[in-house]
């Protein structure tokens, strides 16, 4: 049994509100993940049933909306995920982009759902290995949930998540940690200097002046629903340069998505100059 009173119209009620807001698509599979996840907030606000909680939420929704979907989303994260995507910076993409920009030196890169922070920072270290120093690149990392926006400036992380990362890469950009810090690694201040972390919501307007050099966005678009998959793959191609490229997650694809990319190697998508 149930601590908390959690129905179907509860349910429907979550799903309306984060979709209204949020542009996310939750499915049945989810209602479980969804009393789990919430149920701290209803003991934090003392609160007996999760009709109650989302008429709290509906009331204040400026206050609470970060803490609702903060609880429901997942940020599963690690250094190098999808090795394959880095491979193709540092074989290909990053010698494509200091041809054609190599009149201003100037690199514009995008991280929108940065989690913690491990994919901007394996970005950075990407360009530290291939980009000369007197070439201005700068990253900005966005999330939804404010706090792994806090966590990944902070720079702090876990020994274990760097279980993808070589020798050379832990000995050149991170410290480790010693006594009370035992454990814990920190990003290189140079890491740091070149990744911006910004709250941000992708259904709201962006205050990012393009055009961008290079988007990743992995492991997002599963969370919307096709129509707004569409307009976010828009939104994306507007802001690219031509012939740039759109990375995503593993399991996701553009395939009857957008007309806007060219897939050009796996989860790689190249703008299609009009």
Known sequence: MNEFEYNDKDFAKVKKIIGEHAGINL?????SLVYNRLT????????????????????????????????????????????????????????RIMEKNKATKKVRIWSAGCSTGEEPYSIAIAVKEK?????????????????????GKAGIYKEKSLEGVSTKRKKVWFKHGSGENAGNVKVSPELQQLIT???????KDWPIKGPLDLIFCRNVMIYFNKETQKKLAQRYAAILADDAHLIIGHSESLLK???DFQLIEKTVYKKVTQ
Request: net charge negative; proline share 1%.
């Open 27 to 31: 499915c049945e599979s989810k209602r």
């Open 40 to 95: 701290k907030r209803l003991r934090h606000l003392k609160l007996n049933k999760f009709s109650d909680y989302l008429d709290f939420v509906d009331t204040h929704i400026e206050e609470e909306f970060s803490n609702f979907v903060n609880a429901i989303t997942t940020n599963l994260t690690f250094f190098f995920r999808e090795e394959h995507h880095f491979k193709f910076l540092l074989d290909s993409e990053f010698e």
């Open 131 to 151: 980009f000369p120093e007197d070439w201005d690149v700068k990253i900005l990392a966005t999330d939804l949930d404010f706090n792994v926006v806090a966590h």
């Open 197 to 203: 972390f910004k709250q941000l919501n992708l259904m």
């Open 257 to 259: 998505i957008s007309t």
